[in-house]
């Protein structure tokens, strides 16, 4: 997958308009030292939380035979109370929690979400749209609009490349502080091999504003890779890739999520300094 960078050289686009915000060390303004671990846990909390959503829509379109595509099977991860409502002559898709239940693996969701889509999931073309009514993941709120697009297989390599925005996006924890992004990502679905599962590997950017109200970018330099086989066992965030985080003032700092270990471990460099550091489960 070393050729990631080249293929998806479009996504960075969307990352340059946003780079200003990583000025010079001569003109900022002095501040307090930035808590590295707390941004990269923000960034990463929403995420896992929107992988966590793509699944959970993978396994609606499952259920209702509409995934087409009798390779790719998930282990579903809902609890047994959820209520999946179709209405195929709209297009329409509504996955309901109710007030609330846990997953087998520990994830608790609340409220809906909110389903469009113009064809099957795994039909080239297709475009999902998804917003969120009241939607909760283990007590944090998502908000916002999510549009995926199918845009086609590579049938040498095994893998499936979608485009990805998100728009007026918000994670609010339960202290009532937020995160507000607008994302654009591209990302690569591989196809099960033998005991290895589905993995995606994500390029892109964001920005918005963090729990701190600074203004950030975001920006991954080698693809974030989610196995499968480590979701499984509740290790949500990426298991390999890099990512650097620019805030508002106090410069940019580098995130690097080691060679694909199921694992918590990050490890941050800011300038000639880093650390490693475990991040709390999402």
């Known amino acids: ?153 590579n049938a040498e390599e095994s893998f499936f490349t979608f485009s990805t925005s998100l728009e007026g996006g918000r994670i609010t924890w339960p202290d009532g502080t937020s995160r507000i992004t607008d994302a654009r990502h591209q990302k690569r679905i591989y196809l099960p091999n033998g005991d290895r599962g589905l993995i995606h590997a994500v390029l892109g950017g964001s920005r918005g504003e963090n729990r701190n109200s600074n203004k950030y970018a975001t920006e991954i330099s080698e693809p974030l890779i989610f196995l499968q086989g480590c979701i499984r066992t509740g290790v949500r965030i990426p298991s390999a890739g890099i990512m650097s985080i620019g805030i508002e003032n106090r410069g940019r700092i580098e995130v690097d999520f080691g060679d694909e270990g199921c694992d918590r471990e990050v490890t941050i460099r800011r300038g000639d300094q880093e650390r490693t550091i475990t991040l709390p489960r999402p």
Do not use: H
């Not at 609330?100 to 073309?125: M, Q």
């Open 1 to 153: 997958m070393k050729n990631l960078k080249s293929i998806f050289s479009i996504a960075f686009a969307f990352s340059l308009g946003i780079l200003m915000l990583s000025c010079s060390e001569e003109t900022e303004t002095p501040t307090p030292s930035l808590d590295e671990a707390d941004e990269t846990s923000q960034e990463i909390d929403l995420t896992a939380t929107l992988e966590d959503v793509d699944e959970v829509i993978l396994v609606g379109f499952q259920r209702n035979g509409f995934s087409d595509r009798t390779t790719v099977t998930l282990e579903e991860d809902l609890c047994a109370s959820v209520d999946i409502q179709w209405e195929p002559t709209a297009k329409k898709m509504t996955i309901d929690f109710g007030e609330g239940c846990t997953s087998p693996r520990g994830v608790t969701r609340s409220g809906k979400i909110i389903v469009e889509y113009t064809g099957r999931y795994w039909a080239p073309g297709t475009t999902i749209t998804t917003t969120f009514e009241n939607f909760f993941v283990n007590e944090r709120q998502i908000e916002g609009t999510r549009v995926v697009t199918n845009e086609g297989f």
